[in-house]
């Protein structure tokens, strides 16, 4: 069965620097969710889409924006990064409340 | 909002021994999943069980929506269940999980 896919799997990147994600969720499914996992840390939900509209929104920094396009796929990106936003980034993708599927993730290294 | 509380944070047992891990909720939720992150860090899908009780192999699971807790089984363990176990609650408009518990099976 088709899951969520999730690129880059690794990325590093410099202080200051720009970054994109990209998720592509299981087919059919209407809802995106983006979350960010720190070292030691429990996934702390970031934002949201449903059928490519912002549904909900967490504790994401103003530095970090997100889109869902009209084929479905999502791009988190985010501007001026810091140490501190070193994480295991997860997209995951859900039909209404249903069972979430989580991609592998992308764990992104500031340097 | 909704606090999620998961018990007990860490947990050490030889291979082939039993366990049983909780996850309180302080409302009321629409769904509630079990999520094993093995420790390549991916998040791998347990059980979907807003209420009841589901069994998968030596893995089971059961929640009292009513009383706002669920517990997952974890029976004849083995080295590969090692990992941290999150229990994830719908709520709102997202789901919200719980601090995890970090399990270490020893051979």
Not at chain 1, 5 to 34: F, G, M, N
Not at chain 2, 85 to 93: E, H, I, N, P
Request: charged content about 15%.
């Amino acid at each position: 069965a088709a899951g969520v896919i999730q690129s880059p799997r690794h990325l590093i990147k410099e202080k200051r620097e720009t970054a994109t994600l990209k998720c592509y969720p299981i087919p059919r499914h209407d809802t995106v969710y983006w979350y960010q996992q720190g070292p030691g840390q429990d996934p702390q939900f970031l934002i949201s889409f449903y059928e490519k509209m912002q549904s909900d929104k967490g504790s994401i920094p103003d530095r970090f924006s997100a889109q869902q396009f009209s084929d479905y796929h999502s791009e988190l990106n985010m501007s001026s990064l810091e140490l501190g936003d070193s994480a295991l980034y997860f997209c995951a993708s859900s039909l209404g409340a249903s069972p979430l599927h989580f991609g592998n993730g992308t764990r992104l290294t500031v340097t | 909002g909704i606090q999620v509380e998961q018990s007990p944070p860490d947990l050490i047992l030889q291979e082939g021994a039993n366990s049983t891990l909780r996850c309180n909720f302080s409302d009321s939720v629409n769904n509630l999943q079990w999520f094993h992150q093995n420790p390549w860090g991916q998040l791998i899908n347990l059980f979907y069980i807003p209420s009841g009780t589901k069994q998968n192999g030596r893995l089971s699971a059961t929640t009292v929506a009513t009383e706002r807790y669920s517990l997952l089984y974890i029976s004849s363990s083995q080295t590969t269940d090692s990992g941290v176990y999150f229990c994830a609650v719908y709520y709102g408009q997202n789901f919200v999980f719980g601090p995890g518990t970090r399990l270490s099976v020893l051979p």
